[in-house]
């Protein structure tokens, strides 16, 4: 039963690997680099993504994650403050 237990849980362990492989590797219809600044701190960060909007809101997100303390400086990041720079790497198919 143990060995039954087992394998499953490594097939459905693969599964989720390779789904998380799979969506990270397909290419979006939209690449966006986008640049924030942020009580005085500053990153760049690079997403795709499906829609335009998805990808600047997800490259912005990933930015202000890194240089925001906390869930209120993240979310004042991402919501009041303009990216410093975007960058379209690739829009549309």
């Known amino acids: 039963m143990k060995r039954k237990t087992l394998l499953v849980s490594l097939g459905f362990l693969a599964l989720v690997i390779g789904a998380i492989v799979f969506t990270t590797l397909a290419e979006g219809g939209y690449r966006v680099e986008v640049c924030m600044e ?5 990153t760049c960060r690079t997403a795709s993504a499906s ?6 809101r997800a490259a912005t997100e990933n930015a202000c994650a890194l ?11 991402t919501s009041h403050t303009p990216p410093a720079s975007v960058k379209w790497l690739q829009r549309g198919k």
């Open 51 to 56: 829609t335009e909007e998805q990808a600047l």
């Open 38 to 42: 942020f009580q005085g701190r500053g």
């Open 67 to 77: 240089i925001a303390s906390g869930v209120t400086e993240s979310i004042q990041c």
